[in-house]
């Protein structure tokens, strides 16, 4: 079964050194190594920061945009990784060694499977 590994973090600081990046970023790799090696790996990406965010809401037939993320924390969706595990007790254990789990969270959501001809009716069961 496919899981989205959701990797909420604080917003990064000014403060972090190069070193503290560098490292970060060897620790990322590492870990996206380890899901490649293990062909657990499907994709995985990093995202800009929170300011680059845009939110879209259509109501009444008219879309309309606000800058930033659906919802203000103190943490923020800075990237995920999309794994194939055999359990959710394997998805557990590949999150928490996400580099970003020892400072902020990571979310899993099993991915629902559609079946590539999937309707409208037959994935609610009306009609």
Known sequence: MRYLLLIYTPEPTESATDDVMLDELDAYNAYTQATVDNGSFRAGEALRPTSTATTVRVRDGRTMTTDGPYAETKEQLGGFYLVECASLDEAIESAA???GAKR???????????????????????G
Do not use: K, S, V, Y
């Open 104 to 126: 902020g969270a990571i979310e899993i959501r099993p991915i629902h499977e559609l079946p590539t001809d999937a309707t409208a009716e037959a994935i609610t069961g009306a």
């Open 97 to 99: 060694r996400i580099p």
